[in-house]
């Protein structure tokens, strides 16, 4: 059995892939960017704050932050943990980390 290659179609290089839609400006990118760090501050301080009290009985725990209201969730599954989230706050960005020392999640 033979197979096709689907696409023989190659993008040049420094062209956009999907070209019908605009580029962002580069203040566009920096105005996302410092929001994105306002935000991830936010979300740190108030786990800096409740981290301690839950790390002993909660060790490893999914942990999702609503920095706006200052809520927070956790529950060892974390689907469940957003799930949680979403009910009261449905339409809010919500930051997800790991009751641990850095508050990361997964493996790198």
Same mark, same amino acid.
């Given at each position: 059995?033979?197979?096709?290659?689907?696409?023989?179609?190659?993008?040049?290089?420094?062209?956009?892939?999907?070209?019908?839609?605009?580029?962002?400006?580069?203040?566009? =990118?920096?105005?996302?960017?410092?929001?994105?760090?306002?935000? #991830?501050?936010?979300?740190?301080?108030?786990?800096?704050?409740? @981290?301690?009290?839950?790390? @002993?009985? /909660?060790? #490893?725990? $999914? =942990? /999702?932050?609503?920095?706006?209201?200052?809520?927070?969730?956790?529950?060892?599954? $974390?689907?469940?943990?957003?799930?949680? @989230?979403?009910?009261?706050?449905?339409?809010?960005? =919500?930051?997800?980390?790991?009751?641990?020392?850095? #508050? @990361?999640?997964?493996? =790198?």
């Amino acid at each position: 059995m033979e197979t096709k290659p689907k696409s023989k179609r190659k993008v040049p290089a420094g062209s956009p892939l999907f070209p019908n839609i605009p580029r962002l400006s580069k203040e566009e =990118i920096a105005r996302r960017k410092a929001e994105n760090k306002a935000f #991830g501050q936010r979300c740190q301080a108030i786990f800096d704050q409740v @981290a301690p009290q839950l790390r @002993a009985d /909660h060790y #490893g725990w $999914s =942990i /999702h932050i609503e920095p706006d209201s200052g809520d927070y969730f956790i529950d060892p599954d $974390s689907e469940v943990c957003f799930q949680k @989230a979403r009910q009261k706050h449905p339409s809010a960005k =919500i930051m997800e980390m790991c009751l641990n020392e850095t #508050g @990361a999640c997964g493996r =790198i």
